[in-house]
Each structure stands twice: as C-alpha cells, then as structure tokens.
C-alpha cells in the first residue's frame, strides 16, 4: 500500500475554501441555469465561429440596415467579450475540477485500501482464534456487500 496524499485538512483549510467558490459565484451575479431543453434550443458560437460574430457585428455597425433592432448589436460585443471571459474561466475551472476529482480520487481509494486491509486482517484473526474478531468481520462483511454493490444510474 502507498500513501501518496495525506493532508490534514483543517476547519480552516475548507471555510477558506468555500469562502473563496462562495465569493466567485457572487461576483457573476449574471451565471444563469438552463434547462437540457433551453440547452438543446440554442444555437452554439464556439472559438471557430467568434470571428464570424465579430465580423458581422462590424459589418452592422458601418451599415445600418444590417441592425437587428431592439439593442442587439449594442448588446452583441458585450456577449462576445462575457464569452471570451467565461470560456477562459471554463478552461481553469476545468483543469482545477480534473485535479478535485484525481485527489479525491486518491484519497478514496488510499483509505479504501486500508480499510480493506483491516478487514482482511480480521478475517485473518478469525482463523487464529482472536477473541472479539468474528464480530467485526461480521459488521465489516455486511457495510463491505452493502456498499459494494454497484448501482446503476439512469442517465436521462
């Protein structure tokens, strides 16, 4: 068995933390959730179409009958640039994610190891007779099938 991570994470360590997504999520006051239908209904612009907005937004603005109306080519590079910030962020939020998942990841499967060494120790007990071990094996054994069991999730 390795140890490769062991971090003593403290009350502080988390409130700092939270603290800090906290503080990001009340910065963009402007993060909507959309539904998967409202998700599905909308037209995507990626990094291959930008310049084509780009283009066009100038194009409108040397030639006023290219105007939608309403204020949407007023409004047009203040979502090119909300774009640019958000798939910057994305990219980072990304990376940090990855690195979130890979360390509990890790750390779940470095304490999963050692509780199923436990285990098998007590079970080795049993075999010599320690008094008190087919108790934990029996709790042990029941938490290990339980839990051990994979439940499929549906994916709607």
């Known amino acids: 068995m390795n140890n490769k991570i062991n ?3 403290t009350p502080e360590n988390k409130e700092t933390v939270v603290q800090a997504v906290r503080v990001a999520r009340t910065g963009m006051p402007f993060l909507i959730k959309l539904s998967k239908g409202e998700r599905k ?14 283009k066009g937004v100038e194009f409108a603005t040397g030639n006023k009958d290219l105007d939608p109306g309403s204020g949407l080519l007023e409004a047009a590079p203040n979502d090119v640039e909300l774009y640019s910030f958000l798939a910057a962020l994305e990219n980072e939020l990304r990376q940090m994610l990855e690195m979130v998942i890979d360390t509990k990841m890790l750390a ?20 010599m ?11 042990l054994s029941k938490l290990y099938k339980q839990n051990g069991i994979s439940k499929k999730v549906k994916v709607k």
């Open 7 to 9: 971090f003593i994470l």
């Open 41 to 54: 209904a909308l037209q995507k612009m990626d990094d291959g179409r930008k310049p084509f907005v780009q």
């Open 108 to 127: 779940g499967s470095e304490a999963y190891d050692v509780g199923r060494f436990i285990y098998m120790k007590a079970k080795m007990n049993v075999a």
């Open 129 to 139: 007779g320690v008094p008190g071990s087919q108790a934990i094996v029996d709790e």
